[in-house]
């Protein structure tokens, strides 16, 4: 029974209904909806039903063009009874919500509730007499019902409840009516930013999953120890499919020194010379952050590496955290997945191809069988792994060229790339940015001819474009597929 409520749930999504005047209906029907939720809860998916919503009615747009759409739609209703796509209409539009019901943070085994605010209370009551249950009682103004699987579900006015039994029925029940589940302003909170219109959003509380003993590294970490909270969510337009996403933090005591990427508004420009390219701006933030982590969870082993910096610098005469401190500039990535080239700005050429060549000049200093070798002034052969990369000093750019196992690259091939000029990327911005060419990475990867669904979908889908920014109260991102 549970299995066609949920494909109801989802097929409403497809069908969507008409949007208006709700029988019985709260004036905040969303806020309902996560009140029977724990407060604690990692985990809540909602979905939007309401067909005048700009992005229910984008998928209703999509089913015409995109043949996945149109194939997810006919799936969810062919697990249907017959007949029964017409009732599922007259219920569809307000909100509906699956997630984790006993607050717990120990999975769903925890409990799994299903919550549908629907159009109509007398409607969702022909509906359930059309079931295979039977009622079992009263709770907080709720009609209870069960059938034999041990399963369980719920009707109050126009919400229908469904719960993996009936102790979380139950509990769902008791805590909205009482107030103690997830209150308004608590997912107002999570969704910060993200688009109230979506078609699906996520949020959850983070707090009760880092307290668990399994993470006491992690929160050893100052930025992880902050984070409280998070939230997702797709969108769809007649010309993008976009996810968001935000991962909420305590930035009373966090400086900006210690978020995982540099904050602030500035984007880094990317190179057009590959289908896949990034751009991260400030790369030293990241090292820094990574280092400290380090140190922070695992001393030992962060120990282990300083020995090795140290015997390094010895041998060399070259301070591993001064090489990194000179890369001062954007770090730029472009790849096709079996060539990848990179350049960063330095601040003095001539003192980072100096460090370089002393590093050439001691074999095995790197370790691991890797061998660096100067091949001319500035220029620097490295090989790991079978690969025969190239390093450079071009201008004020270190740049690299790793070609494919068995393959090659030239030093023309690093003055090019470093000469290439930046781009910034349509509508995206934060310290990292990229950009995914997918009719040009398919045409790469893949020499056969694309089959007729596959020609279909190239022929609607445009770039893959995206972003993320970090600031101490959050760490925000998007991520975009435009449809031509």
Not at 327 to 347: E, F, H, K
């Amino acid at each position: 029974m549970r299995r066609v409520l949920l494909g109801a749930l989802a097929a409403a999504v497809a069908v969507g209904g008409c949007g208006s005047n709700s029988t019985g209906s709260p004036a905040s029907p969303l806020a309902t909806v996560v009140s029977y939720f724990p407060a604690t809860s990692p985990f809540v998916l909602t979905v939007n039903t309401n067909a005048q919503s700009r992005s229910v009615n984008a998928l209703k747009t999509a089913e015409s063009r995109i043949p996945f759409f149109a194939a997810v739609k006919a799936a969810e209703l062919s697990r249907l009874p017959a007949g029964i796509e017409k009732d599922i209409k007259s219920l569809a539009g307000d909100p509906a919500a699956v997630g984790e019901a006993g607050g717990s943070h120990a999975g769903f085994a925890a409990g799994i509730l299903v919550v549908w605010m629907t159009r109509d209370a007398t409607n969702l009551s022909a509906l359930v007499k059309k079931l295979p249950v039977h009622r079992t009682g009263t709770l907080d103004g709720a009609t209870l019902y069960g059938e034999s699987s041990g399963e369980a579900f719920a009707v109050a006015g126009p919400t229908l409840l469904i719960a993996s039994s009936q102790s979380t029925l139950s509990a769902a029940i008791a805590r909205h009516a009482h107030g103690q589940g997830i209150t308004a302003g608590q997912h107002a909170a999570a969704v910060t930013g993200l688009d109230p219109n979506a078609a699906i959003q996520v949020f959850g509380d983070l707090e009760g999953v880092l307290s668990r003993p399994s993470a006491a590294k992690a929160r050893r970490i100052p930025w992880v120890a902050a984070i409280h909270d998070y939230g997702a969510d797709v969108s769809v337009s007649s010309n993008a499919i976009t996810l968001r996403f935000r991962v909420g933090t305590d930035g009373s005591g966090l400086p900006p020194s210690e978020l995982p990427i540099a904050s602030g508004s500035s984007s880094p420009g990317v190179v057009n010379a590959f289908p896949i390219q990034t751009a991260i701006h400030d790369p030293a933030q990241i090292f820094s952050f990574v280092e400290s982590a380090e140190q922070a969870t695992s001393p030992l082993s962060y120990a282990r590496f300083r020995r090795k910096e140290a015997r390094l610098e010895r041998r060399t005469g070259v301070d591993i955290n001064r090489l990194i401190d000179q890369l001062s500039g954007d770090l730029i990535v472009s790849s096709d997945t079996r060539t990848t080239l990179a350049r960063v700005t330095v601040n003095d050429p001539a003192t980072v191809s100096a460090m370089f060549t002393k590093l050439a000049s001691v074999p095995g200093t790197l370790g691991g069988g890797s061998i660096l070798k100067r091949v001319a002034p500035g220029t620097f052969s490295y090989v790991e792994a079978g690969r025969h990369a190239l390093l450079g000093v071009v201008g004020n750019q270190l740049v690299l060229a790793v070609p494919p196992t068995g393959g090659a690259v030239t030093p023309a091939l690093l003055k090019s790339f470093a000469a290439a000029p930046t781009a910034t990327v349509p509508g995206q911005s934060g310290a990292v940015v990229f950009r995914i060419k997918i009719e040009q990475l398919v045409a790469l990867l893949d020499k056969r001819p694309p089959s007729p669904l596959g020609r279909a979908m190239l022929a609607l889908l445009g770039d893959v474009t995206g972003s993320v920014s970090a600031t101490p109260a959050a760490l925000t991102g998007t991520a975009t597929v435009a449809i031509r």
